[in-house]
Nanobody, 119 residues
Framework: QVHLVESGGGLVQAGDSVRLSCGAS????????MSWFRRAPGKEREFVAR????????WYEESVMGRFTISRDKVKNTVFLQMSSLAPEDTAVYYC????????????WGQGTQVTVSS
């Protein structure tokens, strides 16, 4: 099992930058990918970004490309989401998720961290 804990959210102004962290513990040696999702008020959860744990290959949802950067620190078992040029529509609870093998997705989730962007 893997336990994920997000941190770094808060209230920011439009145009600000924030870095979210997701620390993993447990069977971290089995992680193959980690992802960030978000759920805005009244909306479905949506994919934000993903990174392969060993190779560092990344994917992004189109609306965050060029503004958000996902990265990981394999020594600290932490994945980051650097968010810049934040807009009110980025307001959401942000969740991280871990994939434990290449044939399945999002077996483990964190509890989420709130990011609120004021205009």
């Amino acid at each position: 099992q893997v336990h994920l804990v997000e941190s770094g959210g808060g209230l920011v102004q439009a145009g600000d930058s924030v870095r979210l962290s997701c620390g993993a513990s447990g069977q971290t040696s089995s992680i193959v990918r980690m992802s960030w999702f978000r759920r805005a008020p009244g909306k479905e959860r949506e994919f934000v970004a993903r990174i392969t744990w060993n190779g560092g290959v990344t994917w992004y949802e189109e609306s965050v490309m060029g503004r958000f950067t996902i990265s990981r620190d394999k020594v600290k078992n932490t994945v980051f989401l650097q968010m810049s040029s934040l807009a009110p529509e980025d307001t959401a609870v942000y969740y991280c998720a871990a994939d434990m093998n290449w044939d399945s997705e999002y077996e483990y989730w964190g509890q989420g961290t709130q990011v609120t962007v004021s205009s």
